[in-house]
């Protein structure tokens, strides 16, 4: 770390805005750069950027920076980017379990904890007949790829495929007032 680190790391704790807008115009433009190399949209690095500047400055008083601060930031930047990259995988799964975007549903309740969601969406299982059932848990709670589900139960690919697909229609229309809720906790996950 060099002495102009140390100066630059020591003025954003002790809260000197002057330092915070040295830093932020001598690495904003590279750290885009290097976060569109994860998500590889323009606007959504600069947003990402920004975001992780704008924690920076709000716990600045708790940064422990061990490295160069150029180092400091580009991992920060590496982070939120990935960060950024798994909420999009989230909200894939999301939509892949559940089979339809928000914007399909209108409407719906508002439950009241993740236990009393988490009740509806095991009932709603629970109701699938026992191989389809054996087969979506098999999909969605262990990870199979449909020919390994088919390999391990003795059948045949498209039987998977079939029993999935009445799986989801199945859970999509049981499960449909639920979807604000689940999308509340999910976004609730995100800010954490």
Same mark, same amino acid.
């Given at each position: ?71 400091? $930031?580009?991992?920060?930047? !590496? ?8 909420? #999009?995988? &989230?909200?894939? /799964?999301? %939509? ?41 848990? $098999?999909?969605?709670?262990? !990870? ?8 391990? #139960?003795? &059948?045949?690919? /498209?039987? %998977? ?32």
């Amino acid at each position: 770390m060099t002495e102009e680190d140390l100066i630059l790391i020591t003025g954003l704790k002790n809260g000197d805005r002057k330092i915070f807008e040295r830093i932020f115009r001598a690495y904003y433009s590279e750290l885009c750069g290097y976060s569109l190399r994860f998500v590889l949209d323009p606007l959504i690095a600069e947003e990402i950027v920004q975001d992780l500047f704008c924690k920076m400055w709000i716990r600045r008083e708790d940064l422990v920076i061990t490295t160069s601060l150029k180092s400091y $930031l580009y991992k920060a930047a !590496g982070n939120h980017s990935l960060n950024h990259i798994r909420h #999009l995988e &989230i909200q894939r /799964k999301y %939509v892949d379990f559940v089979g339809f975007e928000v914007d399909e549903v209108s409407g719906g309740n508002h439950y009241e904890s993740d236990a009393e969601l988490s009740e509806q969406v095991s009932k709603a299982i629970m109701q699938l007949p026992e191989k389809r059932r054996e087969i979506f848990q $098999l999909s969605r709670f262990e !990870g199979l790829k449909y020919h390994e589900i088919a390999d391990k #139960l003795g &059948i045949n690919v /498209k039987t %998977v495929e079939t029993q999935m697909t009445r799986a989801l229609d199945f859970l999509r229309h049981y499960l449909r007032e639920f979807i604000p809720t689940i999308l509340l906790i999910i976004n609730s996950m995100w800010i954490k």
